[in-house]
Nanobody
Framework: QVQLVESGGGLVQAGGSLRLSCAAS????????MGWFRQAPGKERDFVAA????????YYADSLKGRFTISRDNAKNTVYLQIASLNSEDTADYYC???????????????????WGQGTQVTVSS
């Protein structure tokens, strides 16, 4: 089992920035890649970004590329999501996830991920 714990969410004014963290534990290796998803009230869970542990390859939702930056700290088994220029549309529950499938194919889809955190809330005030 892999435990994923998100942190860093909170209330932020529009235009501000925020860095979310996802700490992985429970296994020696955290998997092939980590992803971030978000779910706004009344909407489906959408892909935000993903990163592979070994190569650090980054993948972003097209609409978010530029404002969102995913990074990792292998020594800490932690993945970060830096969000810049926050706006009200960024208000959502943000979830991190881990996949052990060893392929970037489908990395932007929730079905590719094996473990999920409980989420951290991000609320952007306008």
């Amino acid at each position: 089992q892999v435990q994923l714990v998100e942190s860093g969410g909170g209330l932020v004014q529009a235009g501000g920035s925020l860095r979310l963290s996802c700490a992985a534990s429970g296994r020696t290796f955290s998997g092939f890649a980590m992803g971030w998803f978000r779910q706004a009230p009344g909407k489906e869970r959408d892909f935000v970004a993903a990163i592979t542990w070994r190569s650090g390859g980054q993948y972003y939702a097209d609409s978010l590329k530029g404002r969102f930056t995913i990074s990792r700290d292998n020594a800490k088994n932690t993945v970060y999501l830096q969000i810049a220029s926050l706006n009200s549309e960024d208000t959502a529950d943000y979830y991190c996830a881990a996949t052990f499938r060893s392929s970037v194919i489908g990395i932007m889809t929730s079905t590719a991920y094996d473990y999920w955190g409980q989420g951290t809330q991000v609320t952007v005030s306008s």
